[in-house]
């Protein structure tokens, strides 16, 4: 059941159960050339600008010439294929990028940040759902450059939900036909919820707390007939119903967030927050780990099959806290511990671990060099704050932590077009991109709410298993 389109900026309504709250977007909807932009009101008080630091070198923030960086092609739709040049964004895998965004969720205010990762500058700030959801936390970014954000939901009451929102201007959707594009501009720009026309469409899922709320939120790499990402690939989501002990799995169609496939995993034997990250491989693979003791499952993304593969006992017994996960560019799953990275070999069908001390790690995301970096969550006066880096292919620890000026709570990792590392920091409001050769901070962005994402934030995650490197 779909819920029904409605003019100007009451188009969103409420439809019951675990059915889509979707508009019908219609490919004649869409905005005319790049249209005309306007501000719209801004119904979030107490927010304050970008304030960025640019890097010393001038030439670190411009695309490698030699178009390595477009290897990484998040912006506007990937550069895949043979027939690469006439896809979005560029063409083949020294194309142009036409964007890159990095979407971090502002969880207790409710909203979402749109960064530009070559400025650092927020270029939109969006409301991620009704007054009845809250907590965003996730968010996936697929190959044409929109974003999924999964709302927890409230932690009394309320219930989480689902969220599409368009990177491009062209494929928002003129709601009210009045010729402009209603949509945020920036940080101290969050239109009311239901009002900006880049947000397509919301699927409300119930939670009576946020600890069973969506979480594990991935996009599948779709490569459409002529060699270039697909416009509208199809979401895989997880939330938990901690009353039957089940994981709940739906996909989702891309383009209206109406549930087509269910899923169910029972008995869940993870901790009270049921399933927690997840990302899809190559062949539409929906990888989950759970919170604390897994399981990591993968949803066959054909036959719906599951495989269940229990965490085996640490080396050490403060080990065992498993929390983010992003695949290498081999689909081997890598999940952030404590004091401990964990990787499953697919092909052997074996576990390892990874020593790094004390350290206590949540995101993590694998980059096209074979590195896999990780948020370092660990007492600062003690063993630094920052980021710890592992080398994927001898699975050996490189650096335990890179220490980052500013750091507080270090709690995502991703990757950007370019290849740099971004570090999203909850502690101190704001995000650090960070050269992985040097290790220098070449630009922090302020002005973020306790920003709380570590999942596929820029696409990098889904483009490396999708467009490995050559080679």
């Known amino acids: 059941m779909v ?23 219609a490919p004649e909807l ?3 050339g790049g249209g005309e932009q306007s501000s719209g009101s801004n119904s979030t008080t107490g927010l304050t600008g970008i304030l960025t630091t640019p890097a010393t070198d001038s030439n670190d923030d411009v695309a490698d010439d030699d178009g390595t960086g477009g290897r990484l092609d998040l912006g506007g739709g990937t550069d895949l294929g043979p027939n690469g040049g006439d896809c979005p964004g560029g063409g083949g895998t020294g194309g142009d990028v036409e964007f890159s965004y990095i979407w971090v969720a502002n969880s207790p205010q409710g909203t979402v940040s749109k960064i530009d990762t070559m400025t650092g500058v927020e270029v939109g700030r969006y409301a991620t759902g009704p007054a009845t959801q809250a907590e965003p936390s996730r968010t996936s970014v697929n190959l044409y450059g929109d974003v999924a954000v999964s709302n927890r939901g409230a932690q009394f009451g309320g219930s989480g939900g689902v969220t599409k929102i368009a990177a491009r201007l062209d494929d928002c959707v003129d709601t009210n036909n009045n010729g402009t594009i209603e949509t945020s ?27 069973h709320g969506p979480r594990p939120t991935a996009w599948e790499g779709s490569v459409s007939n002529n060699g270039c990402a697909s416009p509208n690939p199809r979401l895989w989501m997880g939330w938990y119903d901690y009353a039957g002990q089940r994981g709940v799995f739906h996909r989702l169609d891309g383009q209206t967030g109406a549930i087509q496939d269910t899923v169910e995993v029972t008995p869940w034997s993870g901790l009270n927050y049921g399933p927690y990250g997840g990302a899809v491989n190559k062949d539409g693979d929906f990888w989950v780990i759970g919170w604390q003791l897994g399981p990591l499952v993968r949803i066959d993304g054909d036959t719906l099959q599951v495989q269940r593969v229990e965490m085996p006992a640490p080396p050490l017994p403060d080990q065992q806290w498993s929390y983010g996960m992003s695949l290498d560019q081999y689909g081997n799953p890598w999940i952030a511990s404590a004091g401990a990275a964990a990787v499953y070999d697919v092909a052997s069908g074996n576990w390892q ?5 004390n350290q206590s ?9 074979d590195r896999a970096w990780f948020a370092v969550d660990a007492d600062a006066s003690l063993f630094g704050c920052g980021l710890g880096l592992i080398d994927v292919q001898a699975r050996t ?5 890179i220490q980052l000026p500013g750091c507080v709570t270090p709690v995502g990792v991703s990757i950007d077009v370019e290849g740099y590392v971004w570090v999203v920091d909850q502690g101190s409001n704001s995000a650090y991109k960070v ?7 070449q630009l922090s962005v302020f002005g973020l709410q306790a920003p709380y994402t570590y999942s596929d934030m820029t696409g990098a995650g889904l483009n490396l298993v999708v467009n490995p490197p050559a080679g």
């Open 3 to 25: 819920g029904s389109t409605m003019d100007g900026r009451d188009r969103f309504s409420t439809s019951l159960g675990v059915a889509a709250l979707a508009l019908l977007l």
């Open 30 to 32: 869409a905005c005319n």
């Open 185 to 211: 501009t920036g940080p101290t720009d969050v239109l009311p919820w239901g009002s900006d026309e880049c947000v397509l469409w919301n699927l409300p899922i119930p939670s009576d707390v946020y600890e």
């Open 353 to 357: 671990f990874i020593s790094t001390g």
């Open 361 to 369: 790690m949540r995101g993590v995301m694998v980059d096209a060099e």
């Open 397 to 401: 620890l490189l650096a335990p932590t």
């Open 435 to 441: 050269d992985p050769d040097t290790y220098q901070v």
